[in-house]
């Protein structure tokens, strides 16, 4: 059984693993079967025409995926019978499950450090508290945990060492939709906010502190402040806080007409920003993976991230790396890149390569071989 309630019409990162991680395996064990819990708003979302329809059958529960509800009353709503594991792929798992558990930890940013995660006070202590008890909880009732970057698992290993050994890396893969788009086809996606053949920068990312969006423009700033013709895009949802500092670079008197800033874009425009900017801005100061430089790359885009973590994992000597803590780190990476044109294409054709590295297959397999592994003797 796997809970699939964040797979629907908005799919967030979760929601894309989920989805991509049950195609695979469905496509990959042709004995498989699966007992999907989903959304009742959102009912078999992505399910519905699925080629292995016959080996999925489906439940609903309409509470947020990660909640108290969830946790203490969903086990007293969902049928287990014949079921032989649940996989929560967020990260918390029900309690008093009546099988063998995992759970996907994508990461341990909340507890490690709230002040990552938001800027706001009522939520470092409401939704901390609510990780900092159930993560903990979770991780000692589950069998097996899963993770997506070896960075990520170290980290856990050394915050619950009683896990050690009881932890695998299920890398993400990119979704073969992000590839090189013609700009014939990109740039009327987005003649809204640029002009064609605009120079910019990317960024995409939720608006919590980790993904460091005031570095990045401050960086920007630095290197582009006299190139005028360079824009900076911002793909910015879910803000976590007032990013006060972000809001004020906005204002520099040099950005005026130079900031595109977007709450919400379609997957073709996504696809269309990628594959057009000139680089693409990753200075996250954590991550658990960090799926957006992969799909950047995977459209053909070099990728400037930090240089330590998951973003160096998985960006490898493909990407420009920087320390995300020093903006003149970060605006040296982007100099690079637009003062060196074969610089910028070696980066170009590595990202590539890189990107084609990470297939949802390959998580498959790996998330396939802890299952078997979760029901030996």
């Known amino acids: 059984m796997i809970d699939a309630r964040y797979v629907g019409p908005h799919t967030s990162g979760i929601g894309r693993y ?8 469905l496509r990959i064990d042709s004995d498989l079967r699966l007992s999907l819990i989903c959304d ?19 439940q609903t529960y309409g509470v947020e995926p990660n909640s108290l509800r969830t946790r203490f009353v969903m086990p007293s709503k969902i049928d287990m019978d014949g079921i032989d594991i649940y996989h929560s792929p967020f990260n918390i798992l029900p309690a008093n499950i009546k099988t063998r558990a995992t759970f996907t930890l994508h ?28 993560i903990p909880r979770s991780v000692a009732q589950a069998q097996h945990l899963m993770t997506v ?28 939709f992000f590839s090189p788009m ?49 824009k900076f895009v911002l793909v910015r ?40 900017a ?6 996250s100061i954590y991550e658990g993976f960090g799926l957006p430089a992969l799909e950047a790359m995977a459209c053909g885009t070099p990728v400037v991230t930090s240089d330590f973590g998951a973003m160096a994992e998985v960006g490898g000597s493909a990407a420009v790396l920087v320390n995300p803590t020093d903006r003149t780190s970060i605006a040296a990476g982007l100099r690079q890149l637009w003062d060196d044109r074969v610089f910028w294409e070696s980066r170009r054709a590595a990202g590539l390569v890189r990107a084609a590295e990470f297939t949802w297959e390959r ?15």
């Open 107 to 134: 990461d341990i940013m909340w507890l490690l450090d709230a002040n990552f995660c938001t800027d706001s006070w009522w939520r470092k202590i409401v939704t901390g508290t609510f990780y900092k008890q159930l």
């Open 278 to 283: 000139f680089s693409f801005l990753f200075p």
């Open 149 to 176: 970057s070896h960075a990520s698992r170290e980290a856990i290993e050394e915050y619950f060492p009683e896990v050690r050994g009881r932890v695998d890396v299920t890398y993400n893969g990119v979704d073969p």
């Open 40 to 58: 009742p708003a959102a009912p078999q979302a992505g399910f519905k025409d699925h080629p292995n329809r016959e080996r999925l059958t489906f």
């Open 182 to 230: 013609d700009r014939d086809e990109a740039w009327p996606l987005l003649t809204d906010w640029l002009e064609r053949e605009t120079p910019f920068v990317l960024v995409v990312g939720q608006g919590s502190p980790y993904k460091n969006h005031a570095g990045a423009l401050a960086a920007f700033i630095e290197a582009f402040e006299d190139v005028p013709e360079v």
């Open 363 to 377: 998580c498959a397999s790996q998330a396939l071989s802890v299952y078997q592994r979760m029901l030996e003797p």
């Open 237 to 276: 949802r879910l803000s976590r806080g007032p990013s006060t500092e972000l809001f004020e670079l906005m204002q520099h008197p040099k950005m005026k007409n130079r900031i595109v800033h977007l709450e919400h874009v379609s997957g073709d425009q996504l696809r269309a920003l990628y594959s057009m």
């Open 18 to 25: 989920t989805q991509n991680l049950i195609d695979q395996l």
